[in-house]
């Protein structure tokens, strides 16, 4: 019986509550009849070796200052020695990290180049060229240009510019650390692709995140259920939601659902999230349109709870406002058979095919976003075409067994110079 190859994933955090953090834990379970597979993550805990059902997952104690994320991100001290260990400890063949920009930082790849094995990397956001949200190309006032400018200007980005100059040689470092140390790059959508080649790094491969579509939560979901739970009436169901936060933009739907709710007095608008500050922000912003009694935010959910609100959605809302790579929620709710309301910006198009599996918006045009969503909800054979299509269009392309075929394929391919 032949050797079953050792696959280690690296990954800042590793749960099931947010979507790029879902995924690599799909992946991890699609491998593991042909891979021996451990992952390797960090916690604001004590470190600890804990054995999910046979898999190894190392977590390591990281905290530090938010301010320091820039300088953190290259390396961080007092965790690489435990990252070393592990990587001996483990023995993997392959490595395959994930968003380590956080914790584990890019000097781990280099420790995982030192063992001798490939090490491939998924870039799941645009942090290996800007210190926050990628959102300073975007012009609210501009339609969705078919051919973004994607190079970033942190000097002179509001949002960057602090970080900047706190460590201005950062990018520059980065590039360094992903030319030398990473095989084989890979990105979560074509539009980041595009992103990470304008801002001087190498050209990736584009590999979709797939969806268990056999997931138990996910096949029986019921929203009929979370209608009755909740107390919602038979209505129209807008949904939203995900991380909750100013550049997912939220506070755009609640924009736009109040004008809905002038039509359709009977829909309610619900958003899905983990309560902080931006929430009560959002209650704020719904009261203040007089919508209040009917926007409801049901808070954090488990797996089981979440897709059902999912299922008795009739449209999600994907108003996010910056490059958003490939949000995992555009999937559930096309998998679950909910047309998406999608932003322009980022990987969405990529998911959600304009007129086949959901709408493609300008998220600053409330009334374009509005008339949309009013006319799904009112034109009966156009929502079941867009469910359907959506359905169809998750179970050919973004299942996660073809993502792992696709990973499982660089896996095995030979190094350069081999």
């Known amino acids: 019986m032949s050797r079953r190859p050792r696959l280690l994933l690296l990954t800042d955090a590793f749960d099931n509550t947010g979507g790029g953090e ?35 997952v190392f977590s390591l104690h990281s905290a530090y200052h938010p301010r320091l994320r820039p300088l953190m991100s ?9 990252v070393a260990a592990v990587l001996r400890r483990f023995r993997p063949d392959v490595v395959h990290a994930w968003n380590v920009h956080g914790h584990l930082s890019y000097d781990s790849l280099r420790l995982a180049r030192r063992r001798g094995v490939p090490v ?6 645009a942090q290996p060229f800007c210190y926050s949200k990628f959102k300073c190309w975007v012009d609210p006032a501009v339609p969705c240009p078919r051919r973004p400018d994607y190079r970033a200007e942190p000097r002179n980005c509001r949002s960057c510019r602090q970080h900047y100059w706190l460590f201005p040689a950062r990018n520059r470092l980065v590039r360094t650390y992903l030319r030398r140390y990473v095989d084989r790059p890979v990105s979560v959508s074509a539009a980041l692709a ?10 990736p ?31 129209p169901l807008l949904v939203s939601g995900g991380r ?26 619900v958003i899905l999230g983990q309560r902080n500050a931006f929430r009560d922000g959002l209650a704020g912003q719904a009261a203040g349109l007089g919508i209040a009694e009917q926007v409801s935010f049901p808070g954090f959910l488990d797996r089981t709870a979440y897709y059902d609100c999912l299922a008795a959605a009739d449209l999600f809302l994907n108003l996010s406002t910056y490059l958003d790579p490939f949000p995992t929620v555009n999937l559930e709710a096309m998998a679950l058979g909910v047309p998406v309301l999608g932003t322009c910006y980022g990987g969405t198009p990529e998911a959600v095919v304009d007129g086949e599996s959901g709408c493609i918006v300008n998220p600053h045009d409330i ?52």
Not at 211 to 216: A, H, Q, S, T, V
Request: net charge positive; glycine share 10%; with cysteine.
């Open 120 to 125: 491939v990397l998924t870039y799941q956001d």
């Open 74 to 82: 290259i390396l961080n001290p007092m965790i690489t020695p435990k």
């Open 22 to 56: 879902v995924v690599v834990g799909h992946l991890a379970e699609a491998l593991r009849e042909r891979w021996v597979v451990g992952v390797l993550t960090t916690t604001r805990e004590n470190d600890r070796l804990v054995d999910v059902e046979g898999m190894p």
């Open 194 to 203: 595009e992103a990470l080649v304008a801002n001087g790094l190498p050209a």
């Open 367 to 418: 009334d374009g976003v509005a008339g949309c969503a009013l006319r799904l909800l009112e034109d009966g054979a156009i929502h079941t075409r867009l469910a359907r299509g959506g359905r169809t269009r998750v179970a050919g392309k973004f299942s996660v067994e073809r993502m792992a075929r696709r990973y499982e394929a660089m896996y095995r391919e030979p190094r350069a110079g081999t």
């Open 205 to 235: 491969a584009v590999v979709y995140n797939g969806l268990p579509l056999d997931e138990p939560a996910l096949a029986e979901a019921d929203g009929g259920r979370a209608r009755e739970r909740h107390g919602w009436d038979r209505g």
């Open 244 to 269: 909750l936060h100013f550049f997912k933009g939220q506070g755009l739907a609640v924009a736009a659902f109040a004008r809905v709710a002038a039509e359709r007095p009977d829909a309610r608008l």
